[in-house]
């Protein structure tokens, strides 16, 4: 007899600092419920959970299922993207803005449980995801968001930092990058027409939300074939104003928040390293692609 296709399960204990680890177990019991063997994948390193998850779908697999937050969505999508083979996300992190986008219950078991029907039902829904390129032709897949402006600079601080540890770094590393801000010269392009403009944020959303549901790119939908843009040119006291605002996304109501939409964008700036799905990307310049329906979601 042959054997099914195994349900590969890429698990990233150090999601949502390890507190959902317990409901691990349980997770794996909705998955197996999909009738299909599973294949867990709990590599120790970042380059091998990379390296788990393209293996895992060169071998054919009935479907790779991310278990943890934004990041490890990342890795998954990377293996994925453009391939036949089902991805399935339970959100397990702090961050999970693509399950949330996506449509993906938000409790573990339940989206555990939603891709095992999936995989029973061989049920998919195509999701758009969006392409990075360098000049010099390396590809990175997002699900989420690019970010290119304050933000990228605070994540590129805050990970050069030492000190102090967990969320606290984050917000020295803003306070540091606030007292610092001034406006950066950006070309954008959006689908070949092009803008000069001064910017202190600038991101493009395949989805809403990063950074936990900060709706940053709120009119942003991964199903319509197109990136959103916001970008603004603001004061320091405007954009801390602004900041609440964007857990809402009315913060692009503002006058000096602009919004567009492109299928292709290009960004070109000095001395900016993008951070895509809250992960390290590439320096500018770069050129983002909407890909429609790159992935087959589980759900
Ligand atoms: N199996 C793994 N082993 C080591 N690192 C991993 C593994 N899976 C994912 N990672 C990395 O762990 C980091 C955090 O993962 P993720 O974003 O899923 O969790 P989070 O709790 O939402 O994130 P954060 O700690 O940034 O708040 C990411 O950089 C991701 O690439």
Redesign the pocket.
């Known amino acids: 007899m042959v054997e099914p296709a195994l349900l590969a399960v890429?698990?990233?204990?150090?999601?949502?600092?390890g507190r959902f680890n317990d409901v691990t177990p349980a997770v794996l019991d909705r998955l197996a419920e999909s009738g299909r063997p599973i294949r867990v994948?709990?590599?120790?390193?970042?380059e091998?959970?990379q390296a788990a998850c393209h293996a895992a779908v060169a071998d054919g697999a009935a479907g790779l299922v991310a278990v943890?937050?934004?990041?490890?969505?990342?890795?998954a999508l990377q293996a994925v993207a453009g391939t036949d083979v089902p991805f399935g996300a339970v959100p397990a992190?702090?961050?999970?803005d693509f399950a949330a986008a996506t449509g993906v219950p938000a409790e573990p078991l339940a989206a555990a449980a939603a891709i095992a029907d999936a995989v029973k039902a061989a049920r998919t829904r195509p999701i758009d995801l969006a392409r990075v390129t360098s000049p010099g032709g390396e590809t990175h897949w997002y699900g989420s968001v690019l970010a290119a402006g304050f933000d990228a600079v605070v994540n590129e601080r805050a990970n050069r930092m030492r000190w102090p540890r967990g969320p606290r770094r984050y917000d020295v590393a803003i306070f540091v990058e606030l007292v610092r801000l001034k406006a950066r010269r950006y070309v954008l392009r959006l689908d070949g027409e092009e803008r000069r403009l001064d910017a202190v944020l600038l991101a493009v959303g395949n989805c809403p939300s990063y950074g936990g549901g900060i709706r940053i790119v709120p009119t942003a939908d991964p199903t319509d074939g197109l990136l959103d843009v916001v970008y603004a040119d603001v004061d320091r006291p405007t954009l801390v104003r602004l900041k609440p605002k964007t857990y809402e996304g009315t913060h692009i109501d503002h006058p000096l928040v602009h919004t567009a939409r492109a299928r292709v964008v290009e960004i070109e700036a000095e001395g900016i390293t993008t951070y895509v799905d809250?992960?390290r990307c590439l320096p500018l310049p770069v050129r983002i692609e909407a890909v429609p329906a790159a992935i087959h979601l589980l759900a």
């Open positions: 890429l698990i990233n204990p150090g999601a949502g600092r994948l709990d590599p120790s390193t970042r091998d959970a943890g937050g934004d990041g490890t969505v990342h890795l992190g702090t961050g999970n809250g992960e």
